[in-house]
């Protein structure tokens, strides 16, 4: 399956980059049970050690403990939504200073004439709840966010 080897790329990649040491080890991982379909960012949730993914295309939520993706789509959420919804080319990083994964902006449904979504969502682990920023950037067609070198913010950029 082309997806699952997307993400299983993107998941070796995320982790060789959270590696601090001088020489890494590789292997593969024998997964069982259903994998994310979608593409989408990956990030490190270093508070709870996994890594988190939402497939915007499916509106799931997904994290990887190390042995198996995990479904972790809540039920509901404040304000009856129950995540950002669908969409690609957002942008997602993870919070260490607040222990929360912030996604942001992106493309909505629609295409061939897209709206550009400007909306913020934060994950805790459990529930998605949406926020307020001020000075949000102007989205573009794709939607990329890193962390600052001190970690203190994200730094993102709109193409």
């Not at 995320?14 to 997964?31: F, G, P």
């Not at 993870?94 to 550009?116: E, N, Q, S, W």
Request: contains cysteine.
């Amino acid at each position: 399956m082309p997806t699952r080897s997307l993400a299983l790329a993107a998941l070796t990649l995320a982790v060789l980059a959270l590696s601090s040491a001088a020489q890494v080890t590789r292997s593969q991982v024998a997964t069982t049970g259903t994998a994310p379909r979608g593409l989408g960012p990956i990030v490190y949730d270093a508070r709870r050690g996994v890594l988190v993914h939402y497939d915007g295309s499916a509106s799931r939520t997904w994290e990887w403990g190390g042995s198996a993706w995990l479904d972790k789509s809540p039920a509901t959420a404040p304000g009856g939504s129950t995540s950002p919804g669908s969409r690609y080319n957002f942008g997602m990083v993870y919070d260490p200073a607040r222990g929360r994964t912030v996604l942001f902006g992106g493309l909505g449904p629609g295409c061939p004439f897209c709206p550009r979504l400007t909306d913020t969502w934060e994950w805790d682990g459990s529930t998605w709840r949406q926020v307020a920023y001020a000075g949000a950037p102007v989205v573009g067609s794709a939607t990329h966010i890193l962390p600052s070198p001190d970690h203190a913010r994200g730094l993102a950029s709109s193409a």
